[in-house]
């Protein structure tokens, strides 16, 4: 059985998938939109924007992480 850290990248990245999924069945059309949107976007911006996505998801983890 996996153990450790290898499991809780597995759990996490597995968690994404589901989200994800659920998004795209539960509401198609804004995903449609969403992405749209985001194809419109200079390289400048979505890097920006995945750069921050990244600080405020290892924020959320430290906290998780380091809550009573």
Known sequence: MIDGPL????????LILVI?????A???????RLMTLALSQ???IMRWMGLAAA??????????????
């Open 55 to 68: 600080a405020l998801g290892v924020a959320l983890v430290w906290l998780v992480q380091h809550l009573p």
């Open 26 to 32: 539960l509401f198609p059309g804004a995903m449609h």
């Open 42 to 44: 200079p390289p400048g």
């Open 7 to 14: 499991r809780d990248l597995g759990l996490a990245l597995a």
């Open 20 to 24: 994800e999924g659920l998004l795209y």
